[in-house]
């Protein structure tokens, strides 16, 4: 659904839990976060997933170095919502930024909520190919990381609920 169906829908006070889409779109964490990622990976939202096809392919995708929550959340290149706090991919889009600007302003999520960038699938694929200097490629990681980190944070510095601004 769009930003703006899915505000209507949520006028809940200090209560916003849903995945941003790559385009903009926005859908509810029902009835968590973590399923509602298996289910975009492709798994089947039933009693026992884990004894699935697709469960085990995923498991074998994901090492065991790895957070699955946030190992998914870059894979899938989606965006975590929570009242007061936001996990997004490496790499968002700015139809992403475009959409949290719209939940902060609608009053979905608080004025600055705190970001965390998941370079899980990154981090671990790093790793998992080491070589002499690993350090290099460590530090541009983690520097990309920061980066992404401070550019969605000035997308977001001034951005103010509409009820704030009369």
């Known amino acids: 659904m769009t930003v703006e169906e899915y505000a209507k829908q949520h006028t809940d006070i200090y209560y916003c839990e849903a995945v941003i889409l790559p385009d903009g779109g926005v859908e509810d964490a029902i009835p968590s976060h973590q399923m509602k990622l298996l289910s975009l990976e492709g798994v089947p939202n039933v ?12 498991h074998k995708r994901i090492p065991m170095s790895a957070d699955p929550m946030r190992w998914m959340c870059e894979d899938l290149g989606v965006v975590c919502t929570y009242y007061a706090s936001l996990m997004v991919p490496l790499h968002y889009t700015s139809s992403q930024v475009e959409s949290i600007v719209k939940l902060i302003e609608t009053g979905c999520i608080a004025a600055k909520p705190r970001i965390e960038v998941a ?5 671990t694929i790093l790793l998992q190919n080491l070589d002499p200097d690993y350090r290099i490629p460590l530090f541009a990681l983690i520097h990309e990381r920061d980066n992404a980190q401070r550019k969605l944070e000035r997308a977001l510095q001034g951005v103010r609920r509409k009820s704030e601004t009369k």
């Open 47 to 58: 009693a026992d997933y884990f004894e699935t096809s697709e469960y085990k392919e995923l």
């Open 119 to 123: 370079k899980e699938k990154s981090h």
